[in-house]
């Protein structure tokens, strides 16, 4: 069964376009779904030729596929994982063990867990090891008696393992001077254990001013190249250096010498889009609510609840793309309430389509996403590594 959604109010492409994080005036249009009578709300929404256009450009901006071991815990999805594959990209990160698995089991060939495995993580992170033995395993260490305790779980399975430096996020990592160097000197000295390299990331540069951004992020890396000179100088190889995120991604891929980590840009969202103008990528994952109710005659509740859209950060949330003048006055588990001067043009049973602010922890909260080709939805993805645990 088909239907058109319900006809988009004749104001909405001028407030569009005026919204931070807006997105292009045709974008309506692209976004709209024939069959979306089909659809149940709350969903996410991936429009395919969106996705292909932003793994188009990061390619670009990375000069060679070879370059990127871009972040999956945005998407969680076999289906992109494999789609980057065949694009050439080899190496991934993954920031849980599930994520891991999930690249594995999709055929990525060089999988880096962006997280040191503690409890019973390090027998997980072995047993990956021996579950999937032709992809190459790397991990993060910061600190020596979680080596020591992976090193106790491996019983005789060969780790490698990147030094995680703190270059400023002060979240995990140590500091890229002494620390680090002695770190490293026990991995390269200690049996079964394989030094790989470095790993920066510098999560907290998203300011919008390009050139402080840049001159951050360069300031920020600085030690980290008198770190490998200090190793390299000691007779101490180091093999690669992961660095950066999305944010300062065209810095890094600027150097020529790291490999580079964006993930969210193969989704995109309504947050990076208004800070980072300078980032071209397309908002490719659309929530879809619905009208449920209509409490007041200013006021519509959607099916949009905090179980729907990461609410981690204040509002909005959400920019929407046909429900223009709407402030947030309430949010729920399951609801959204909004008021609005044009609350009268939406009956119960509405459609509602929005760019999420925050597309990382949006994804982790459904189940599965549905496939937009041209405008209709044609299957659905599941978000497997939503899961804390797959099989192992």
């Not at 890229?176 to 030094?195: K, Q, W």
Request: aromatic share 6%; glycine share 6%; charged share 20%.
């Amino acid at each position: 069964m088909t239907s058109p959604s319900p006809s988009l109010p004749a104001d909405t492409l001028g407030d569009l376009a005026q919204r931070p994080g807006a997105t292009d005036p045709d974008s309506l249009a692209t976004f709209q779904v024939s069959n979306v009578a089909e659809i149940p709300s709350p969903a996410v929404l991936l429009i395919r030729s969106r996705i292909e256009e932003n793994l188009r450009r990061m390619i670009a901006i990375a000069g060679d596929p070879a370059r990127l071991r871009p972040h999956i815990k945005t998407h969680k999805m076999a289906e992109l994982v494999r789609r980057q594959i065949e694009l050439g990209i080899s190496r991934f990160k993954c920031a849980t063990i599930a994520e891991a698995e999930l690249a594995a089991s999709a055929g990525a060939p060089d999988i880096l867990l962006g997280y040191q495995p503690v409890g019973p993580d390090a027998r997980r992170w072995v047993e990956l090891h021996r579950a999937f033995p032709k992809v190459r395993w790397t991990a993060l260490i910061d600190d020596p008696a979680a080596l020591a305790q992976l090193v106790l779980a491996a019983a005789g399975t060969r780790l490698e393992f990147l030094v995680d430096l703190d270059i400023g996020q002060h979240r995990t990592g140590v500091l890229p001077g002494a620390p680090a160097l002695e770190l490293a000197r026990a991995l390269s000295n200690t049996p079964g254990v394989a030094f790989g390299g470095l790993h920066a990331y510098d999560g907290h540069l998203h300011q919008s001013d390009v050139k402080v951004r840049q001159a951050a992020c360069r300031e920020a890396f600085a030690p980290v190249d008198i770190l490998s000179d200090a190793l390299r100088a000691q007779g101490i190889p180091v093999p690669r250096i992961v660095a950066g995120g999305t944010p300062t991604f065209p810095f890094y891929a600027q150097r020529g010498d790291v490999e580079c980590s964006p993930g969210t840009c193969v989704l995109w969202d309504a947050g990076y889009q208004a800070k980072l103008p300078d980032l071209d990528f397309l908002p490719a994952a659309i929530l879809l609510s619905r009208v449920v109710s209509r409490p007041g005659p200013n006021r519509l509740c959607l099916d949009l609840g905090h179980k729907a859209v990461a609410s981690e950060m204040p509002q909005p949330r959400v920019v929407f793309l046909n429900l223009p003048h709407a402030t947030p006055v309430a949010h729920n588990e399951e609801h959204l309430v909004v008021e609005t001067p044009n609350a009268d043009r939406y009956p119960v049973g509405s459609v509602i389509y929005g760019i999420p602010w925050h597309v990382c922890p949006t994804m982790a909260l459904h189940a599965e996403a549905w496939v937009i080709d041209g405008s209709q939805a044609t299957g659905r993805w599941a978000v497997a590594a939503r899961a804390r645990r797959i099989r192992i």
